[in-house]
């Protein structure tokens, strides 16, 4: 049986907002549990994505919100913004940055992840670079690699959390 996938932007509606607490908060405790103090996680999900913070991020103009649903069930989401610390590389060029990009563990299917992230590079196709930062365990990064991101030498530390990271860039031709 084949699963019904697609993704779509996400707006501040009581529906959309619901969603995006569910996914935020429920990736953030998959993605982190293991790296960090139990008190250290509850703050960073109560400070970053609470009903206020949230209305504020998704209605701010530096940011698109994506959702993807698999069977109708939200499976994860990305944040494109262009808010972050920029690699040095980029102060220069037209960039966005790819945040938060999540996909719930129950959800393997490949397909999922590759629709998020098709959809990404779609919204971002008139910039001429993408960066990531994301935390140095983080599986995804594999997933990068293999889409001609590029891995940065600089030393890096997550933008919320005590966390050693990565930034990957991705060039690309503007279309």
């Given amino acids: 049986m084949n699963t019904k996938i697609i993704t779509k932007f996400t707006i501040a509606t009581e529906q959309g907002l619901n969603i995006l607490l569910m996914l935020t908060r429920e990736i953030a405790k998959e993605k982190f549990s293991n ?8 703050k960073y999900i109560a400070d970053n994505f609470n009903e206020k913070s949230l209305i504020v991020e998704v209605n701010s103009m530096s ?11 939200p ?4 944040r494109i913004t262009s808010k972050g610390k920029r690699p040095v590389r980029l102060e220069q060029k037209r960039s966005m940055r790819i945040a938060d990009f ?11 992840m590759q629709s998020l992230f098709e959809k990404c590079m779609t919204v971002c196709r008139s ?9 140095m365990e983080n599986p ?36």
């Fill in 102 to 112: 999540g996909i719930l563990n129950k959800y393997s299917d490949p397909m999922i």
């Fill in 75 to 78: 499976a994860g989401y990305v």
């Fill in 127 to 135: 910039y001429e670079a993408l960066w990531i930062n994301e935390y």
């Fill in 63 to 73: 940011n698109q919100w994506l959702v993807v649903y698999a069977d109708d069930e």
């Fill in 140 to 175: 995804l990064l594999d997933f990068l690699e293999r889409k001609d991101f590029v891995r940065e030498n600089e030393n890096w530390q997550h933008d919320e959390l005590p966390l050693a990271s990565v930034c990957f860039i991705k060039d690309q031709e503007i279309r």
């Fill in 35 to 42: 790296l960090l103090e139990v008190q250290v996680l509850d």
